[in-house]
């Protein structure tokens, strides 16, 4: 899910931009004064990676690694030290914390 980042209250973005907002989410700042972990945009189309994405301007974390077309599942750990710690687990592949 993404917001507009071109709004001046991201909660007023629209049910449909929720969901399908894309370039104009991830290619601009959000002004917010928090991250945004964001998923249904697969990593692959942000930085040619199934990878965790983390934004150039420091305000988005891309989630989603395609699992659902078969590349991995990420899971993002954010410590209380507000360090960030990536897991991710290939398909078939049992994975533990």
Not at 12 to 37: G, P
Not at 88 to 93: I, N, T, Y
């Amino acid at each position: 899910m993404s917001i507009n980042p071109f709004l001046t209250d991201w909660r007023n973005t629209s049910e449909s931009d929720f969901f399908w907002i894309r370039e104009q989410f991830y290619k601009n700042h959000t002004n917010l004064n928090k991250k945004v972990v964001f998923g249904h945009t697969p990593t692959v189309h942000l930085h040619e990676s199934s990878d965790i994405w983390f934004d150039s301007k420091g305000d988005k974390i891309g989630i989603d690694g395609a699992c659902a077309y078969g590349k991995q599942l990420n899971l993002l750990e954010i410590t209380e030290e507000g360090l960030y710690i990536q897991h991710s687990a290939q398909k078939g592949e049992k994975y533990e914390l």
